[in-house]
């Protein structure tokens, strides 16, 4: 008998960049709050997006410059305009920016100009109110934004982010006379840096506020690694795993296994455990405290990271001579939640999950993930209907996905399934190959999973034209992809919520 308790929820992935809009990327502005109205429509309670940090090479969300700064390329340049930080003009005479995909460098060149444009004009002429507003998001981030915009600052004085090699070892290895000159020269810049991150915050709980407005709860995403060039490695190298002197020692990755007889090599630093406990993991709370103030439920990426990581010598070619090294999890844990309370986390446990790990994610009562296109494997040469992904074998602490980011789209992996297999998904689902994906949906609406997210390709049907990331690679075709804000039709919005309240997923329903 289904607990009273329990509460399923439906949600949609999209990220912001994702949106529809006139200046390249998807943005803070009307848009987003164009489709928190058409979730609400939806009947839907949860928005999933990916990290919000500031990209770096390749563009991936996962590979941020920093864990507590946010990317100002989904700064609203028109609101900066109504605000009077910007001439309208400068937005009437954009660039023709492609639709379909993100043109990251073409926005970066057009969009960055305005936004510092902004932040000058802002120092000139913000009222007292705004600019108290200005100062007390200084007073409060004090602890990481300091050190990111020195470091946004200096990665555009050498045209690197690779502290550890390109920058001057005075200034990389953080000496304080190196610091307190960097300041006093850059103090202009410093504080035009400063500014563009309160636009970026100020917007984003603007939006987020909106969410809240209509009922409708935001998951985040947390990688579990910082990257080597960000500002999180150059401003706490100690926790790292890096030498005094600012040399990488250990590369975080993956094992051996059957899709990579070499292993992933990430080639993230790995963390200086023994000095994280030292005091009592101080930045590991302070981060997700950040998260916390963005998002109100936190996906862990990685989960399994925490109770044990991949490590892997930085000499190395291949992750296939690295090492399991224990990871403190469940004192990590306990630290953040006695400073934090109660958090809402999903464990990313994908992948090839070992006892411990699972230990890990009940003991913290932290629901895990099931993804239906992993649902159809045999087992002695014949269909597992015990699988564990699939929907009729969920159990409540679960947050099931027809695929994230990472996978293919439904449409184009059942298309890439050989004719056996394409027969095994038919069978499970009793319908032909023109419904696959929506019946695909409404398993997973129907099953007892407290969270159900669907990718918004899948409610388009979008095949994997539309795919967003393929892990492993890096190329223009990753994280790029946008919605065309044509393609989503009535009938599918309406099909959509139909399944969101016919099976018990709707806001305000228990």
Known sequence: ??????????????????????????????????????????????????????????????????????????????????????DIDALLSAPSFPSDYVDYAAVRAWKEPLLALAAARFLKTADDTLMEEFHAFCAAQAGWLEDYALYEVLCVHYGDSRWFTTWDKDIALR??????????????????????????????????????????????????????????????????????????????GVPPDAFSATGQLWGNPVYAWEKHEEDGFA??????????????????????????????????STAASGRWVASPGTRLLAAAREKLGNMDIIAEDLGVITPDVEQLRVE????????????????????????????????YDSAAYTGTHDNQTSRGWFSSLSHEYKDMVRCYLQCDDGDVVWQMIRVIMMSRARYAVFPIQDILGCGDEARFNTPGTCGTHNWGWRMNPEALQGWMVERFSGMVTMYGRSTGQA
């Not at 997006?49 to 700064?75: C, H, K, Q, V, W």
């Not at 981060?287 to 930085?314: K, T």
């Not at 099931?370 to 992904?389: C, T, V, W």
Request: hydrophobic share 40%; aromatic share 14%.
């Open 175 to 252: 000496k304080p006379d190196a610091l307190v000159s960097w300041r006093e020269k850059k103090a202009v810049e410093l504080e035009n840096a400063k500014i563009r991150q309160f636009f970026f915050f100020r917007q984003w709980q603007a939006v987020r506020s909106y969410a809240h407005g209509k009922g409708i709860s935001i998951i985040g995403d947390l990688p579990i690694y910082v990257a080597a060039d960000s500002a999180d490695a150059w401003s706490h190298r100690e926790l790292l795993s890096f030498s005094p002197d600012g040399v990488q020692t250990e590369l975080g």
């Open 283 to 316: 930045w590991w709370t302070r981060r997700l405290a950040a998260a916390f103030s963005q998002v109100d439920i936190l996906r862990l990426d990685h989960f399994r990271g925490f109770a044990a990581c991949w490590v892997v010598p930085a000499s190395a």
């Open 364 to 395: 913290n009562g932290f629901p895990g993930m099931k993804i239906l296109q992993f649902a159809f494997e045999k087992k002695d040469g014949r269909f597992n209907p015990h699988h564990d992904y699939l929907p009729h074998e969920y159990d």
């Open 1 to 86: 008998m289904k607990n009273k308790t329990e509460r399923r929820v439906a949600g949609i992935l999209l990220h912001p960049g994702m949106l529809p809009g006139a200046y390249g990327i998807g943005d803070f502005g009307q848009g987003s709050r164009d489709f928190l109205d058409l979730l609400s429509r939806m009947q839907v309670s949860l928005w999933q997006i990916l990290p919000l940090g500031p990209t770096g090479y390749g563009d991936s969300p996962y590979a941020a410059r920093s864990s507590f700064a946010g990317n100002e390329l989904l700064i609203d340049l028109r609101s900066l305009a109504i605000e009077g930080f910007l």
